[in-house]
């Protein structure tokens, strides 16, 4: 039987796994609600949420992997699935999109997964990819974040600027991995068009968690009753780049000692712990100076190379990058499938809402090509530059999951109608993405 006739049937029998799967777990989850606790602290239910949210997320991630298509879009629609059974009258899973151990981990999960970004970004290539990716960067964070704010002020004039700000602000993102792969795939990463992409990509990330840093600052202030100033919002990007910069300079000089030191203890693990302790550590460094905990594991990735451990290695231990893996498997995940149970599908039957995400899109897209301006090298495509920067993929979902943690005057910043808007816009760019530069520099290989 050909491979394109048994997808179907391979996509069918996960799916009615799937809907077994959440049949036994709604009955399971209704009838634990129903029965006495003993304990204070009540880990049945996070069991419980762990097991509908990890099989859902590698069923759906299956199923999107086969067809083609990165698995966090699969994460991603698993989790808008159960987050919306309730449309069918299914409501025993109801409480796993507000228990505070699922999203306790989650949050663990985004902090490896920028840790892990980190780690496959290499400081050294960003230096040298030159003023083109520079300005792609730069580019590629104004326009998008320009056009998202308008945007939103024109389909919601009456909300406060702030939800204008970190709409726009959603938009700014690049996920490196995603194009990353594509350019694997075909060969492509030497090229001229791979190394701005991903030279620029990987700025782009840096440039946005400062934009975040600005963004979420301002709004904290707002909500403790601080007035605005531009002042503040210079000390955020100080402290921003000062703590990136510090944490790059010292990190570098001291990880090398640090883990020269732990190497000279005796026992399994001590590489993956020594890292997780540095990468915790930034995070909640980061934490401590009013920015995003984000930003301090992706320091934290930025600062390692392999030769920091390498007395590690050559007494048989793992790569860093291996032994992270089982446990990003296991939390990483959780964050795509519980940011997909936050998605209110109800909320696409209000009118303009459609047509919001719609608009949203294209100026998410639309913001990436001004990025082909910022190319100076002759011969370069620019039309797949600004492809390769489309995607927003992980990135974009972290950005809208922070909004949706943030407070003023007692409103979040950004409410159902505008996250549902935010998913829906990371999943088109993140789908379109891949086929789309793929046939431009095809194109681009049939022409030289």
């Not at 301006?373 to 927003?392: C, F, Q, S, T, Y």
């Amino acid at each position: 039987m050909p491979v394109r006739a048994a997808r179907p049937r391979l996509a069918s029998r996960w799916v009615a796994a799937l809907a077994l799967a959440v049949a036994t777990l709604s009955t399971a989850a209704t009838a634990h609600a129903a029965a006495p606790h003993q304990s204070p602290v009540d880990v049945a239910p996070v069991l419980l949420a762990l097991i509908l949210a990890l099989a859902a997320g590698r069923l759906g991630g299956a199923v999107f992997e086969r067809f083609g298509q990165p698995s966090l879009l699969g994460e991603l629609a698993a989790g808008i699935v159960l987050g919306n059974l309730g449309l069918l009258g299914i409501h025993g899973l109801d409480f796993v999109r507000t228990l505070p151990g699922l999203a306790l981990l989650a949050q663990i999960g985004v902090i490896l997964l920028l840790f892990q970004v980190g780690l496959e970004s290499d400081v050294d290539k960003m230096r040298s990819v030159g003023a083109s990716s520079l300005l792609v960067a730069m580019l590629g964070v104004i326009v998008p974040s320009l056009l998202g704010w308008g945007v939103a002020r024109l389909f919601f004039p009456h909300e406060n600027a702030y939800v204008h700000a970190f709409v726009g602000a959603t938009l700014c993102a690049t996920s490196v991995g995603i194009t990353a792969r594509v350019l694997s795939d075909l060969r492509k990463v030497e090229s001229k068009e791979g190394q701005i992409i991903l030279g620029a990509a990987v700025i782009d990330d840096v440039m946005g968690l400062v934009v975040l840093a600005i963004v979420a600052g301002i709004i904290e202030a707002v909500n403790r009753g601080t007035a605005f100033s531009w002042l503040s919002v210079v000390w955020i990007v100080v402290k921003a780049l000062a703590f990136l910069a510090g944490a790059l300079v010292l990190g570098r000089a001291l990880a090398p000692r640090a883990f020269d030191l732990a190497s000279r203890l005796s026992g399994p693990g001590l590489l993956l712990t020594t890292a997780l302790l540095l990468c915790f550590g930034l995070a909640w460094l980061a934490s401590a100076l009013g920015l995003a905990p984000i930003v301090g594991a992706f320091a934290a990735g930025l600062i390692l190379e392999p030769k920091h451990y390498r007395r590690f290695t050559e007494r048989g231990e793992h790569r860093l990058d291996e032994s992270l893996k089982p446990i990003a498997t296991f939390l990483v995940p959780l964050f795509f499938v519980l940011m997909g149970m936050h998605v209110d599908l109800s909320a696409f039957g209000r009118p303009g809402i459609v047509g919001f995400a719609l608009v949203l899109t294209v100026a998410a897209i639309v913001g990436k090509q001004a990025c082909s301006l910022g190319v100076l090298e002759k011969g370069v495509d620019r039309l797949a530059v600004g492809l390769g920067m489309i995607p927003r993929g992980e990135v974009g979902l972290i950005f809208a999951g922070i909004g949706a943690t943030l407070v003023v005057r007692g409103e979040r910043v950004i409410n159902d109608v505008a996250f549902s808007a935010v998913v829906m816009m990371v999943a088109i760019t993140t789908l379109v993405t891949p086929p789309l530069l793929v046939w431009r520099l095809r194109q681009t290989s049939v022409k030289a």
